[in-house]
Structure formats: C-alpha cells, structure tokens
C-alpha cells in the first residue's frame, strides 16, 4: 500500500465521517446514505477508496453491502501516522530550523501528542 494512498483516504471529511459511523459497528450502505447527502455513486467510490487501502472491509449480503472496520487496517494507519510524527521529529531537532518546527501551528509541542491510537477511540 502506498502512503499517499492512505492519507488520500483519510484526508476527505466524508470519508473521515464514514470511518468514525463505523467504529460504532457495521452498517449497511443504505444506513451511510442516509446519514449524507451525497448520491449511491459518490458512497460507492469513498468506499471503494476506503476498502482498497484496508481500513474498511466490504461483505455482500444479496444485494446488500455491509461494511466495517479492518482491524489490521486501523493498525497500519496508527504505524503509519506513529512513523511518519517519528521521522518529523527527528528531523525537526536536528536541523537549523529546529524552533520554529517544534511548534505546530496550534502551538502545541511535538514531544506533547497525547496518543497513536487507531480511527475508533478505546
């Protein structure tokens, strides 16, 4: 899977909103579409999206689809994201522009994340 992907998947709120509807168990498309207003094409492609990097599963039931979250999924997202906030940190402290990329531009500090945990919260 390539990173860029992955972010891809993540970096669109709807999608986002999917994931965390999910993280309550699985749904049915039907019960996604209702809750946005978008069309049956549109659910269909932030799912495709969403399956083909492995957050999400995708299960057939006659002419319905259900859909939840990939464990294994959420696992390589928290690697992923736990890597990548690694690697800036390292390169943050160890370059001329160290102040200035410590703090974000919340203003809170790098060493300060509080947690790497997965998509669903527990």
Known sequence: MKHAELFKALGDPNRLQILNMLCNGELCACMLLKKFNISQPTLSHHMKILCDCGIVNKRKEG???Y????PDGCERITLLVGN?????DCKCSNNSFAENCKTSKSGEKHGKRTSTKGICKG
């Open 63 to 65: 002419k319905w689809t």
């Open 67 to 70: 859909y939840s979250i990939n």
């Open 84 to 88: 990548f906030l690694t690697i800036m």
